[in-house]
C-alpha cells in the first residue's frame, strides 16, 4: 500500500513514525510545510516516545516539503492509494488542496484526521464522495521537535466514509484499519461516522477551551467542582446541538466518553492549549465556532459556548500580539 501522510504536527508525527515503525512493507512518504523539517525527518527519521516520555523507538521516514510536494508530476492513473490528511483545519488552504488534487490518483482515497467540522466540505472538490474517509481519534500527543513526537495517551481511532447514506464496509476501509491497528492503534470502522464526528467535536470544544483559558492539563478538569460544573453546562449545550441535528446519543454516554477522555490524557496539554502558549492562531474557529454556527442554524442559544469563544478570541488576541511583540524586539 502507498501511503501519503499530510502534516508535520503532532498527530502527522505520531502516525507517520508509528506506521514506519510497524514496518510492514508499505510505501511511506510524510509531507510537512518546510524544507527545514523535511530534511531533518529524512535525515534523523520520527522519534516516537511513549505515555512516561521513554524512547521506544525511532523511525526512518521518507518526507518531502510542500513545496517539492506541490511540484511532483501529477498524478493520472496511480498516485497514493491513500492520503493521511492530518493538517489542522486552519491549514487546509486553496493551495494545499490543489496540491492534493493534482497528487491524487483516480484510485486514491483520503482519510480526513481533522477536529472540529468544515474539512470535509473543502475535500468533496477533489475525490468523489465514495472516496472520502473521515477519521476520529482521542489519542493523545504533543510535538517535541521537527522530529520528536511525545505518545502522551492512548485513546481510540473509528475511521467511515464521509458521505452519508453509503456503507463504511468494504476492502478498502478495511484495510486500511488493519494498516492502523498494526501501527499500534486502536481502530474501528464506523457505520455513522458523522456522529463520531459530533462525539469528538462535543470533547473538543469542552475540554480545549476550558484547558486553554484556565492553563491546566486535560486531567485538571477533574479536579475542582467549579470546573466541573463549567463542563457540565458546555456540555449540555453541545449534546442538545447534537440531538438537534439528527446526532443524539443515549443519556450519559458522551459525558461518560468525555470524562474517560480527560482521565486517559490527564497529562496533556491540549492543542488550543499549546497553541496559545505559542502565541499561534487556535482552531477555535473550527470547533466551538462551527458548533456556535451549528446551533444558530437551527435556532438553538448556546451561552456558556458563546461566552467562552469571545473569551478564548480575547486571550488569542492578546497572545499573538505579546509574541509578534516579543518577535520584533528581538529583531530590532
Not at 468523489?128 to 477519521?135: H, I
Not at 481519534?137 to 453509503?166: K, P, Q
Not at 446519543?249 to 458522551?254: T, Y
Request: one cysteine or more; a negative charge.
Amino acid at each position: 500500500m502507498n501511503i501519503e501522510i499530510i502534516g508535520g504536527g503532532s498527530l502527522g508525527l505520531l502516525l507517520a513514525g508509528s506506521l514506519a515503525a510497524a514496518d510492514a512493507g508499505h510505501s511511506l512518504t510524510m509531507v510537512v510545510r518546510t524544507a527545514r523539517q523535511a530534511e531533518a525527518i529524512s535525515l534523523q527519521g520520527i522519534t516516537v516516545r511513549d505515555r512516561d516520555g521513554n524512547h521506544p523507538h525511532t523511525a526512518a521516514a521518507v518526507c518531502l516539503d510542500f513545496a517539492a510536494y506541490s511540484a511532483g508530476q501529477q498524478a493520472v492513473g496511480g498516485g497514493a492509494d491513500w492520503i493521511l490528511l492530518a493538517l489542522k483545519q486552519k491549514d487546509i488552504s486553496l493551495p494545499v488542496i490543489e496540491a492534493i488534487r493534482g497528487r491524487a490518483g483516480r484510485d486514491t482515497r483520503i482519510c480526513c484526521f481533522q477536529n472540529g467540522m468544515g474539512h470535509l466540505e473543502k475535500l468533496r472538490s477533489v475525490v468523489g464522495g465514495d472516496r472520502l474517509y473521515a477519521a476520529v481519534t482521542t489519542e493523545g500527543a504533543m510535538r517535541l521537535s521537527d522530529t520528536e513526537v511525545w505518545h502522551t495517551g492512548m485513546g481510540g481511532t473509528r475511521i467511515g466514509i464521509a458521505e452519508n447514506g453509503i456503507s463504511s464496509s468494504g476492502q478498502h476501509l478495511a484495510m486500511l484499519a488493519e494498516v492502523l491497528a498494526n501501527a499500534g492503534f486502536q481502530t474501528a470502522v464506523s457505520e455513522n461516522i458523522q456522529a463520531d464526528i459530533w462525539d469528538k467535536l462535543i470533547i473538543n470544544t469542552v475540554v480545549n477551551p476550558l484547558t486553554a483559558l484556565l492553563d491546566i492539563q486535560n486531567g485538571q478538569l477533574l479536579d475542582h467542582p467549579m470546573c466541573l460544573e463549567l463542563m457540565q453546562h458546555l456540555f449540555e449545550e453541545a449534546d442538545s446541538a447534537a440531538a438537534a441535528a439528527g446526532f443524539g446519543r443515549p443519556d450519559g454516554l458522551r459525558w461518560q466518553r468525555l470524562v474517560e477522555v480527560c482521565r486517559a490524557t490527564a497529562g496533556n496539554k491540549s492543542s488550543m492549549l499549546q497553541d496559545l502558549a505559542a502565541g499561534r492562531l487556535t482552531e477555535l474557529e473550527w470547533l466551538t465556532g462551527s458548533l456556535l454556527r451549528e446551533g444558530k442554524s437551527r435556532g438553538l442559544m448556546l451561552p456558556y459556548h458563546e461566552t467562552v469563544y469571545r473569551l478564548v478570541k480575547a486571550k488569542e488576541a492578546l497572545k499573538t500580539r505579546t509574541e509578534e511583540g516579543i518577535e520584533l524586539s528581538k529583531n530590532n
